[in-house]
């Protein structure tokens, strides 16, 4: 009778330790995976927004303007010489700025 009862309580301690795996890949998914993917959706929305006339700001610090665009590539424009026209990839672009944005926060300035 008391290897029954062990049995049944070396089961039952089983079936626990899988419920707890469950749980922490489910807290797992739900802490770590699932904001990553929304980052990258975001991400790759951001990107394919782009738009020539877009100004950028690059993931090393540099603001430049949109110049071409291409599957992967980007050709920008930095600074207010016209000859420093940058190819890059699409990966190195951390935010965008619309013009038509642009144009509405500097009325906004003007206004106060």
Do not use: H
């Not at 990839?89 to 951390?94: P, R």
Request: proline share 3%; hydrophobic share 45%.
């Amino acid at each position: 009778m008391n290897s029954l009862f062990l049995t049944g309580a070396q089961s039952g301690s089983g079936l626990i330790m899988i419920v707890w795996i469950v749980i922490l890949f489910v807290f797992m998914y739900f802490f770590m995976i699932r904001p990553q993917r929304k980052e990258q959706n975001a991400k790759n929305a951001l990107l394919n927004s782009l738009a020539v006339g877009d100004t950028i700001l690059t993931t090393s610090g540099f603001y430049g303007v949109v110049i071409d665009i291409d599957d992967d590539t980007l050709i920008v424009e930095f600074g207010s010489n016209k000859n420093c026209r940058i190819p890059m990839q699409k990966s190195a672009v951390a935010a965008v700025e619309k013009p038509e944005d642009a144009a509405s926060s500097e009325e906004s300035k003007d206004k106060k």
